[in-house]
C-alpha cells in the first residue's frame, strides 16, 4: 500500500480560497477600471485633436463614436465567443486587444488614430458584455455590491484620467498622443493579475451551457432595457466628448474644463457603489429610475442657461445622474433576468443595440453645433434624451423578467 496523503490543514485552505477570492476581486476591480479611462481621457483632448490633425468637430467627435460602434457590433457575439473559449480566456484576450489599441492609437496620425479606437473599442465591448454576468455567477449573493465596487472602479479611473489628461499633455510635455498612451499601462497591470485565473477550469467559465432563448428579442421589456442603457450612454459619451469644448467657449481654460469634467466623474463615485446596492433590495427600481432623470434634466438645463457660480453644481448633477443610470442599467441585466446565461444575453443585446444609439450623440451633437455655431439646440436634444429615460425607466423599473410568460 502507497503512502497516505498528506491533508492540508483547515487554516491552509482556508487562507488559500481567501487569496483566490481576492485575486478574483482584484482582477475584476482592474477590468473595470480599463472599461471607461481609455475613453475618458479623450474627452479634454478633443480640442487639441481637433487642431492638431486639421479636422472637423464632426470627425472629432467620431473618436468617441467608434468605440460605440465597435461596443454595437461585437456586443452581441461576446457571450458566444465566452461560451467557446471560456470567460477568463475571453477577457484575458480583450485585455490584450486593449493594451494594443492604446499603443496604436497614440503611434500618431489620424489613421493610427482611428484604427486603435476602433481595437480597443471592441476590447472593452468584451468586458462591457461579460463582466455583469461573470459577476452574477461568482458573487450571485451579493450583485448588489459587486456591482457597485466594479462600477465605482470604473468610474473612479474614468475621472482620474479626464482630470490628468490636459496636465499630462501639456505640463508634462506628454502631447495629446502621450497622454492618451499612458494608459496602456494600467491595461498590462490588469493582464498581469488576471493570469491567475486563467488555471480555472473552462466548465467554470462558461456563461451557461443552454442555448439562448430567441424569446429575449421578443419581450417588450428586454427592449426598453436597450433603450435606457443606450439613452443614459448616449448623454454620457456626448458628455464626456463635447463638455470641456463647451466649458471653453463659455471662458474657461483648458486644464480647469479638463478637471471639471473630471469633477463631474468624481462625484458619481458614492452613487455607483450605493445604487445597485439599494436597487438589488428593492422589488421595484421606477422611483430610483425617475430620480435619474430629474438629475439629468435638471444639470443639463443648468449647463444650458448658467455660465455663473453655479456651473459647477450643474455638471455635479450631470454626473450623478449619469452614475445612477449607468449602475441601473448593469443592474437590470441581472434583476430582469433568470440565469448567468440569459444576464449575458441581455447584457449583449441592450449594450449591441444601446450602444449603437449612443455612437449618434457625439457625432450628432458636434454637427449640430457646426451648423448652428451654438451648444443651444444640441444640449436640448440631451434634455429631451432625459424625458425619455424617465418616461422608460417607470416601465423598466417595475419587478419583472424578460422572458416572463407576461413578455412572450
Known amino acids: 500500500m502507497g503512502e497516505p496523503q498528506a491533508i492540508k490543514p483547515l487554516e491552509e485552505v482556508d487562507t488559500a480560497k481567501k487569496w483566490r477570492a481576492a485575486a478574483l476581486i482584484a482582477g475584476i476591480l482592474l477590468i473595470g477600471a480599463?472599461?471607461?479611462?481609455p475613453l475618458t481621457s479623450v474627452g479634454p483632448l478633443v480640442p487639441a485633436i481637433r487642431d492638431s490633425l486639421g479636422i472637423t468637430n464632426a470627425?472629432?467627435?467620431?473618436?468617441?463614436?467608434?468605440?460605440?460602434?465597435?461596443?454595437?457590433?461585437?456586443?452581441?457575439?461576446?457571450?458566444?465567443?465566452?461560451?467557446?473559449?471560456?470567460?477568463?480566456?475571453?477577457?484575458?484576450a480583450a485585455l490584450i486587444a486593449l493594451a494594443a489599441g492604446i499603443g496604436l492609437r497614440?503611434?500618431?496620425?489620424?489613421?493610427?488614430?482611428?484604427?486603435?479606437?476602433?481595437?480597443?473599442?471592441?476590447?472593452?465591448?468584451?468586458?462591457?458584455?461579460?463582466?455583469?454576468?461573470f459577476i452574477k455567477q461568482h458573487f450571485a449573493k451579493r450583485l448588489g455590491v459587486m456591482t457597485g465596487v466594479y462600477s465605482v472602479s470604473m468610474n473612479l479611473c474614468?475621472?482620474?484620467?479626464?482630470?490628468?489628461?490636459?496636465?499630462?499633455?501639456?505640463?508634462?510635455?506628454?502631447?495629446?498622443s502621450g497622454a492618451l498612451g499612458v494608459w496602456g499601462g494600467l491595461a498590462l497591470i490588469?493582464?498581469?493579475?488576471?493570469?491567475?485565473?486563467?488555471?480555472?477550469?473552462?466548465?467554470?467559465?462558461?456563461?451557461?451551457?443552454?442555448?439562448?432563448?430567441?424569446?429575449?428579442?421578443?419581450?417588450r421589456l428586454a427592449w426598453q432595457v436597450t433603450l435606457f442603457m443606450g439613452l443614459q450612454s448616449l448623454i454620457f459619451y456626448v458628455v464626456i466628448t463635447w463638455l470641456p469644448d463647451i466649458l471653453q467657449q463659455k471662458g474657461m481654460d483648458a486644464?480647469?474644463?479638463?478637471?471639471?469634467?473630471?469633477?463631474?466623474?468624481?462625484?458619481?463615485?458614492?452613487?455607483?457603489?450605493?445604487?445597485?446596492?439599494?436597487?438589488?433590495?428593492?422589488?421595484?427600481?421606477?422611483?430610483?429610475?425617475?430620480?435619474?432623470?430629474?438629475?439629468?434634466?435638471?444639470?443639463?438645463?443648468?449647463?444650458?442657461?448658467?455660465?455663473g457660480m453655479l456651473l459647477p453644481l450643474w455638471i455635479i448633477l450631470v454626473g450623478i445622474g449619469a452614475g445612477?443610470?449607468?449602475?441601473?442599467?448593469?443592474?437590470?441585466?441581472?434583476?430582469?433576468?433568470?440565469?448567468?446565461?440569459?444576464?449575458?444575453?441581455?447584457?449583449?443585446?441592450a449594450q449591441s443595440f444601446g450602444y449603437l444609439?449612443?455612437?449618434?450623440?457625439?457625432?450628432?451633437?458636434?454637427?449640430?453645433?457646426?451648423?448652428?455655431?451654438?451648444?443651444?439646440?444640441?444640449?436640448?436634444?440631451?434634455?429631451?434624451?432625459?424625458?425619455?429615460?424617465?418616461?422608460?425607466?417607470?416601465?423598466?423599473?417595475?419587478?419583472?423578467?424578460v422572458t416572463s410568460p407576461a413578455e412572450k
Open 34 to 37: 480599463n472599461l471607461r479611462a
Open 59 to 92: 470627425v472629432a467627435g467620431t473618436i468617441t463614436t467608434l468605440p460605440l460602434l465597435a461596443f454595437a457590433l461585437l456586443s452581441p457575439f461576446a457571450p458566444k465567443i465566452s461560451r467557446r473559449f471560456g470567460i477568463e480566456w475571453t477577457l484575458f
Open 106 to 133: 497614440s503611434s500618431g496620425g489620424v489613421g493610427a488614430l482611428f484604427a486603435g479606437t476602433v481595437l480597443l473599442g471592441l476590447a472593452i465591448a468584451i468586458g462591457n458584455v461579460l463582466l455583469p454576468g
Open 158 to 176: 474614468g475621472a482620474v484620467a479626464s482630470g490628468l489628461s490636459v496636465p499630462l499633455a501639456s505640463g508634462a510635455g506628454f502631447g495629446w
Open 190 to 219: 490588469a493582464i498581469l493579475f488576471w493570469l491567475p485565473q486563467l488555471r480555472r477550469k473552462k466548465q467554470t467559465a462558461v456563461l451557461g451551457e443552454n442555448r439562448p432563448s430567441s424569446r429575449l428579442w421578443h419581450s
Open 255 to 307: 486644464g480647469s474644463a479638463g478637471w471639471m469634467l473630471s469633477m463631474m466623474q468624481f462625484s458619481v463615485l458614492p452613487f455607483t457603489f450605493i445604487v445597485p446596492v439599494l436597487a438589488g433590495r428593492q422589488e421595484s427600481q421606477r422611483g430610483m429610475a425617475a430620480a435619474t432623470a430629474a438629475l439629468f434634466t435638471i444639470g443639463l438645463v443648468g449647463v444650458l442657461f448658467d455660465s
Open 324 to 349: 445612477s443610470a449607468f449602475s441601473l442599467a448593469m443592474m437590470f441585466f441581472s434583476l430582469r433576468t433568470q440565469s448567468t446565461q440569459e444576464a449575458a444575453e441581455l447584457s449583449g443585446m
Open 357 to 401: 444609439l449612443a455612437s449618434i450623440g457625439p457625432v450628432l451633437f458636434g454637427g449640430l453645433h457646426d451648423m448652428t455655431g451654438s451648444w443651444t439646440l444640441p444640449l436640448a436634444t440631451l434634455v429631451a434624451a432625459s424625458v425619455l429615460i424617465f418616461i422608460i425607466g417607470l416601465s423598466v423599473g417595475k419587478k419583472g423578467y
